[in-house]
């Protein structure tokens, strides 16, 4: 089955740095990439998504990249904001309509 | 529009206990997943519901998890009898249909704690 290796488990920075996490996958078949992040004590909300067809997909100070030759995908994170401070997951699936893998988390946290 | 709804909140049961998790998808989201997080690791898949119908159960760890979707609406998660190693959060999701721009919307979790 899929195994989807997220890094780092924690990242701290600096309000106005930027916050970088990665993400591996095994499974070939893998074509759709989610990420979500849950604030604490709040349900998991996606942020961006990316597809095998599209190598970077940006919205605003959120972006990804997906390399499917390395089977890695990151999320970046630009000008971080306070606001930012959450618990981020990565995952991969088939495709949107199936079963997310995830990876384990990264708890961001932004210091003003 | 109203997201999705689990029930209840939090529980605290003892071992070999049964507990009933619910889940309220959505209205008209023929997708319904329930996840499971246990401290420190993934959120890890559990299930699959396309309306009533299971379409993929191979996360479910084993047979004292029995999860049912009568009707094709909301969703119970029962376990019986409860062990230690079950304690975790239980997401549940849906999505409306299995199209390439599906979002996946995830519920508040429930918080189960086996004692």
């Known amino acids: 089955g899929e195994n989807v290796e997220q890094h780092p488990s924690t990242l701290s920075v600096q309000e106005g740095d930027s916050a970088v996490i990665k993400c591996t996958y095994s499974?070939?078949?893998?074509?759709?990439f989610p990420w979500y992040k849950q604030e604490l004590g709040k349900r998991p909300q996606l942020i961006i998504d990316i597809r095998s067809n599209v190598g970077e997909k940006k919205d605003q100070r959120i972006a990804v990249t997906l390399n499917k030759t390395a089977k890695h995908f990151s999320l970046h994170i630009t000008e971080t904001q306070p606001e930012d401070s959450a618990v981020y997951f990565c995952?991969?699936?088939?495709?949107?309509?199936?079963?997310?893998?995830f990876g384990k988390g990264t708890s961001l946290l932004v210091t003003p | 529009e109203a997201g999705v709804t689990q029930f209840p909140s939090h529980s605290v049961i003892e071992k070999g206990q049964t507990v009933t998790l619910r889940c309220d998808p959505i209205?008209?989201?023929?997708?319904l997943y329930w996840y499971r997080r246990v401290m420190g690791k993934e959120i890890k898949f559990l299930l699959h519901f396309v309306k009533e119908s299971k379409q993929d159960e191979s996360g479910m760890p084993n047979n004292r998890f029995l999860a049912e979707r009568t009707g094709g609406t909301y969703s119970t998660l029962k376990v019986q009898p409860a062990e230690l190693e079950d304690s975790g959060v239980y997401f549940c999701?849906?999505?409306?249909?299995?199209?390439?721009?599906?979002?996946?919307?995830f519920g508040p979790g429930t918080r189960l704690t086996v004692t």
């Open positions: 499974d070939s078949a893998s074509n759709y």
């Open positions: 209205s008209g989201h023929d997708n």
């Open positions: 995952a991969a699936s088939p495709n949107s309509g199936y079963a997310l893998n």
């Open positions: 999701a849906s999505s409306q249909d299995n199209t390439q721009t599906e979002e996946q919307y």
